[in-house]
Structure formats: C-alpha cells, structure tokens
C-alpha cells in the first residue's frame, strides 16, 4: 500500500482488487450462533471457516525438485 494510499480513507477498491488480495493471503471467519427461547440456550453453533486460493495453501516443492525442472 503507499503512503497516499494509506492516508486516503475513502480510497474506492474495487471487489476485482479486494478478492485477488484476500485469496492471496487467505481469510478466517469465525462467528457463533446461539438460538434461545425464554432465555435458556437450546441450540449453539460454532463457525469457523477458511477462505483461500488453492496455490496459497499448497506447499512450496522441495529443493531438490525445483532444481530437477531447472527452476533456480
């Protein structure tokens, strides 16, 4: 981010922008939901979930097979 950028709070990002950088780095949402009835808790549900692109989760190869394709 630059520094104009950085101070500029109402900066438009497009969602083209905002996905690319979130599937790149990755996202967790977390959230809980509680369903009551006359205050007693009878359902509690807990969400967690992770949000990135295939090649940010994959591993990087080892040297050895980066260095058999003839990648440096």
Do not use: F, K, W
């Amino acid at each position: 981010m630059t520094a104009s950028a950085a101070g500029n709070p109402e900066r438009r990002v497009a969602l083209v922008d905002l996905l690319d950088r979130v599937l790149a780095g990755g996202v967790v949402i977390a959230g809980d939901v509680t369903l009551s009835i006359a205050d007693i808790d009878m359902v509690q549900i807990s969400l967690r979930t992770l949000i990135s692109s295939v090649r940010a989760l994959q591993a990087p190869p080892p040297d050895h097979l980066a260095s058999d394709r003839g990648d440096p």
